[in-house]
Each structure stands twice: as C-alpha cells, then as structure tokens.
C-alpha cells in the first residue's frame, strides 16, 4: 500500500527566518507530486507540482520554491517567511492524468509565521 | 482559464436533513470533476469523481451527476448525518494534462442533532 509522509507535523517561524517541509511517498514508483497551501477553513491554492525527478512547475508565486531530489521525495522551501505563508500545507500525489488524477493527500504541516 | 464555483459558504442542518452543495465550473477543455471532504483537523479525501455526462456517482450516501450541458456538478445526500460535518470542495480537472486540479472555495457543513 502507499504512504505519503509529511514532515514536520507543526512550525512556529519568525518572519525572515528560512523553512523547509518536506514528503515523502512511499509504495508507488514515479508518483506526480503537488504542494497545497490552505487558509484555515479556506480552499487550496495549488503551489507545485512534479511529474518527474528535478522537474517541477510553480502555479503560484509566493516567494516559495520547491525541489524533487528523488523519485518519492518533494520538498517545499523558501529563505525568507513572511507573514502571509502561515497556513497548512498539504503534499499530494497522484497516479497522473486522466481516470487516476484522483489526489491522495498528506496529513499536513500546519505552518505559523510570527 | 478554468474555475470552480461553490455558491455556499457555510451550510448548517439538522441530522436528517437533505442537503445539496452547489459546483458549476468553467473549461474549455474535457472536464473531469471531483468532491473532496475535509473533516475538522484531517487531510482531505476524495469522495466522488466523475467524467461521464449525465451519469450518476454515488458513495457514502452521497450522489452527484457531472451535467455538461450546465456545467454543473452538484453533491447531494438525502439525510445527513453529524459525521457528515466538514469541508466540502468541488475540483475540476482538465482531462489529460496531469498537471492542475483547480478548487473551488469550499462549502462548510455543520451537521447538529
């Protein structure tokens, strides 16, 4: 069966200060991989997403950049926090497009940037 | 470019109650549409998905039917129940480009005895 790991759980970050997040899926081989960010209660903004190894598309611009260093690996990053980045972030994977776009999500990382 | 729209925000029922949450959305492109439920404090799971016109899904109690001729994707449940309670959101995908699921805002349901 397939596991989709989050990493941390919870941040509390400084503004200015660096982050990295991380997932990892396990069980599936070349999964395509997104990045959600969700307001509390609110919709999810797709950030990234990645088809394959070192190739990944931005959607939005929120001075965030991601990386896929191996095949079952998706890290979300940024040098600098700002105050509008607080909020959960969700990583996802998929089969690919068509019949299997269904997303299985990850539990999250619920993010606060003070 | 694409979209989503979910009409109602918040949606409070009693247990037994039918309810209906609204989804119509915009493509020029072979749509494929999903409802995802997030209960309180969880990942969000998918709940039904659909591409085929006029066809109803069902799981869980809830139903749909993809309407291309209205765009619409409409969730519905003839009696709700209290663990029904959570965030609803309708999501469209462009068939074959794997790459964008667009949401929509979301529809709150809170379900009380």
């Known amino acids: 069966a397939q596991t989709i790991h989050q990493w941390p759980v919870a941040e509390i970050k400084a503004v200015g200060s660096p982050l990295s997040l991380g997932c990892t899926i396990k069980?599936?081989?070349?999964?395509?991989l997104y990045w959600y960010w969700q307001a509390t209660g609110g919709t999810l903004q797709q950030l990234f997403y990645?088809?394959?190894?070192?190739?990944v598309e931005s959607v939005v611009q929120l001075n965030l950049s991601a990386s896929r260093p191996k095949d079952d690996q998706f890290i979300l990053s940024t040098e600098k926090l700002l105050l509008s980045h607080s909020g959960f972030y969700l990583c996802?994977?998929?089969?690919?497009?068509?019949?299997?776009?269904?997303?299985?999500f990850g539990h999250g990382t619920k993010l606060s940037v003070l | 470019g694409d979209s989503v729209t979910q009409t109602e925000g918040l949606v409070t029922l009693t247990k037994g109650l039918p309810v209906m949450l609204n989804c119509t959305y915009q493509t020029t492109y072979s749509p494929f549409l999903f409802w995802y439920v997030q209960h309180l404090n969880e990942a969000p799971k998918l709940l039904l998905k659909s591409s085929t016109d006029n066809k109803r899904t069902e799981h869980q109690g809830f139903y749909a039917t993809l309407h291309k001729s209205s765009s619409s994707f409409h969730l519905q449940k003839s009696s709700v129940q209290l663990s029904d309670s959570a965030l609803y959101f309708c999501?469209?995908?462009?068939?074959?480009?794997?790459?964008?699921?667009?949401f929509g805002k979301g529809a709150k349901l809170t379900v009380s005895p």
């Open positions: 999501a469209l995908s462009e068939q074959g480009t794997g790459s964008k699921l667009s």
């Open positions: 996802a994977w998929s089969l690919g497009p068509g019949d299997n776009e269904r997303l299985f």
């Open positions: 069980g599936k081989s070349s999964p395509n």
């Open positions: 990645s088809i394959t190894v070192g190739q």
